[in-house]
């Protein structure tokens, strides 16, 4: 009895028994024009054959595809010369993938069909079926089918979709076959092992070279970082330096002084502070940039010397809103500090809206606001159109007043 047998595949020709190889495929249409030919020319050489189907061709349309190359394919199908199934009922029927299950049941079949007078066991599996979860399994069960398989008359082609293959995996089913069957320009060729071991040597360079230049922009991007963190820390020194001049000479000029002007310089020294403040609570955060608005306003009640309450919720405000916000509230609690009524309580109470945030000011009375045509009326009018907005002031029935100022933030992320 001879140990070759025809392939069907004219890239093939004639193999050995125990031959065990895959083909790489895209379609269905792939699928039928190597396995038709495959199934036939075992049919015709009295093999009996084992067709496992799996999408995109499944049972029933890899049969009309067959029979039309085989007119009594019924036949026979009936004299159980061929049966055609799919996936489900062959490599699942016990519920999950089982190695061992599934070989003791090739070998089976193998010695049923010499048993009853065939050549040999003809088979194929698409493997389409086939996802991250069981590929490792299914991989490891075809590395054990080349050796159970190599004394024993059985020819095994397993399809493989190109489409669910990434490079590697491509690699890994080459492994575990004699050789693959895959089309080039039109044409199925064979590629043989040794060509896919330059592959994968070549992949490897490639990885090799890709992290090499990984590693090699990691440290540029590393240097820049650093780069960056000193010319920051540089320019936070020296705005943090010269604020802290600047409010320690407006103090040296207050104990000095002892004119009418002595309160001006005071809430001057306090602005300054005010946006040093600002200055530091961004230097400390962890973006650099943005500071926790409720903190920052317990910093301004603070260096204002002002009893007022503040509840805030997590948000975070770029400098350039913190700062004119901040100056803002600080105007009008300045202006306020010789008539306001202490009898009312200073609440300030910032949340995030539809809009943007809300900081509403409450506690001052109507004659405790500035004047449009007053200096500070006009300085946070324009710190508020700064911000993009506008100052609504509520009067309530005995005088007090609410003042709202929202506007939509350019950093609206809560602080955390």
Known sequence: MSNLTESGIPSVGG??????????YETGTDLAEMLVPFFKAGLDQGEQCLWITSDPLRAADAEDALRAAVPDLDRRRKAGQIE?????????????????????????????????GYGGLRLTGNTFWLDRSNWTAFADYEAAVT????????????????????????????KNHQFAVARRQGAWEVVEKSALAAAKQELVRANQDLERRVEERTAELAQALR???????????????????MSSLLHLEESRYRGPARPDLRGLRQRVRIMAAAQNLAYASRDRDSVDLGTFLEQVVDDLACEAEVTAEPLRLSQDE??????????????????????????????????????VLEGLGTADLPAEEEVAGQVAANLARQLGTEMQVQAGPDGAVAIAIAFAPAVPEPAF
């Open 15 to 24: 193999i050995p028994w125990g031959s065990h190889f895959c083909q790489f």
């Open 84 to 116: 055609i199934m799919d996936h489900e009922e062959w490599y699942l029927r016990q519920g999950a993938l089982s190695a061992d299950a599934v070989l003791d049941a090739w070998v089976g079949r193998e010695q049923a069909a010499l048993a009853e």
């Open 147 to 174: 050796g159970r398989f190599a004394s024993r008359r059985i020819l095994a082609l397993c399809s493989y979709c190109l489409g669910r293959c990434d490079g590697l995996g491509v690699l890994d089913v080459v």
């Open 227 to 245: 780069r960056k963190e000193t010319l920051l820390r540089e320019v936070h020194h020296r705005v943090r330096n010269n604020l802290q001049l």
């Open 322 to 359: 913190a700062v004119p916000l901040a100056l803002l509230l600080a105007e009008l609690l300045l202006h306020s500090r010789g008539t306001r009524d202490p009898a009312r309580r200073l609440r300030i109470r910032a949340a995030a809206g539809a809009g943007g945030v809300s900081v």
